[in-house]
Nanobody, 115 residues
Framework: QVQLVESGGGLVQAGGSLSLSCVASGSISSFSDLGWYRQAPGKQRELVAIFTRGGKTDYADSVKGRFTISRDNAKNTVSLQMNSLKPEDTAVYYC?????????WGKGTLVTVSS
């Protein structure tokens, strides 16, 4: 069983920055995929940024050049640095891990970007 706990959400003005963190209960070096998704009100959950199997990173087109995903295996932490935030980035952000054929999700952290 993997537990994921996100932190770092909040309210920020457009153009500002926020950093999200997710701490995992297991060794993240063992996870196949590890990353961040988001769900805006009335919309489906979507991929934001992810470390895929083999250590490659992938980003949603809407966040490329503004968001950066990083990881610290020693601390079992994956982070998301979000810069140049836009009102359309407002969403609940979820940490996700895929491990031993199971998907694990955190409870999410709310990011609100005001215009």
């Amino acid at each position: 069983q993997v537990q994921l706990v996100e932190s770092g959400g909040g309210l920020v003005q457009a153009g500002g920055s926020l950093s999200l963190s997710c701490v995992a209960s297991g060794s993240i070096s063992s996870f196949s995929d590890l990353g961040w998704y988001r769900q805006a009100p009335g919309k489906q959950r979507e991929l934001v940024a992810i470390f895929t199997r083999g250590g490659k990173t992938d980003y949603a087109d809407s966040v490329k050049g503004r968001f950066t995903i990083s990881r610290d295996n020693a601390k079992n932490t994956v982070s998301l640095q979000m810069n140049s935030l836009k009102p359309e980035d407002t969403a609940v952000y979820y940490c996700n891990a895929y491990y031993l054929f199971n998907d694990y999700w955190g409870k999410g952290t709310l990011v609100t970007v005001s215009s």
